[in-house]
Each structure stands twice: as structure tokens, then as C-alpha cells.
């Protein structure tokens, strides 16, 4: 499937939806900038949506630490 870009801050995070799934994908590192891709679920890709704020926060948390958040979806659960 193909990623579909659904909202973008530059240089601090990029949502995408690949076929049913979502993914928020953060720059990370500092002296090398890597992109992690966490997958969220779909309320939280629409909150996002609704208001941005929220995956500013998300892709802060993140960056601060990513291995935290690969291990598991995102959700609001």
C-alpha cells in the first residue's frame, strides 16, 4: 500500500495512513537525524487531525524517547 500524507509540522513530525493503518513518523537523534514510524490508532490519528497540538506532544515524547514507544501502538485506550 501507499503512504498518504494526512498532515505534516516540518521537521517535527509527519502523519500517514497506509491503507488502515496510521503512522506518525518523528525525526529523531542529534548529531544524525533518523525518522522513527510509530503506528497509532485511528482515534488518535483523528484527534491529531482535529487538533495538532496533540501530535506535537506525541512527537515530542518520541523524540525524547523512542524505543519507548516502538514496542506498542499508540492509542488512546
Known sequence: ME?????????????YKNGADYVLSVP??????????IP???AVAEAG??????L??????IRQDPDAHLSHPISLN
Open 3 to 15: 503512504n498518504i500524507l494526512l498532515h505534516e509540522k516540518a521537521w517535527s513530525y509527519k502523519l
Open 40 to 42: 497509532i490508532d485511528q
Open 49 to 54: 487531525l482535529l487538533d495538532p497540538g496533540l
Open 28 to 37: 529523531c537523534g542529534s548529531s544524525a537525524l533518523y525518522e522513527v514510524d
Open 56 to 61: 506535537d506532544l506525541l512527537a515530542t515524547s
